[in-house]
């Protein structure tokens, strides 16, 4: 179960890193509290990263948290950078349609060789 919480944390790790991207706080700066409902859409939309920001930076310390009790630390840790890296770029690629090349996919599968021979190894 430790291992499928820690998956959820590199899942959250992912989600987390593009909230931080989005997140503005000069357009949080415009925001005017006290006519705030006279544009919801618009103010919600600014506040979304930062929703985001909070809820899944907290949602990954809690699975890291309950996982590491589990799995050795620098496994865990290992495991959970590295799934979150690979997914970040994952989601570069496929959703913002950044460029890449297949060296990048050459190193990045070296990362996912070394998490699961990390997982293998691991008594739990």
């Known amino acids: 179960m430790a291992w499928i919480y820690l998956f959820i944390a590199s899942l959250c790790e992912i989600v987390w890193t593009f909230c931080v991207k989005f997140l503005s706080f000069k357009d949080i700066g415009t925001i005017k509290w006290l006519n705030f409902f006279d544009e919801p859409a618009k103010n919600l939309l600014i506040l979304a990263p930062l929703g985001g920001y909070l809820a899944f930076g907290g949602a990954n310390i809690a699975f890291f948290s309950i996982a590491i009790k589990q799995i050795p630390a620098s496994t865990a840790m ?3 950078l590295g ?19 297949i060296q990048q996919f050459v190193f990045f599968g070296l990362i996912l060789i070394g998490v699961i021979g990390l997982k293998r190894d691991s008594a739990v």
């Open 78 to 80: 290992a495991v959970w």
């Open 83 to 101: 799934t979150a890296l690979i997914g970040v770029k994952l989601v570069d690629i496929f959703v913002f349609k950044q460029p890449y090349n």
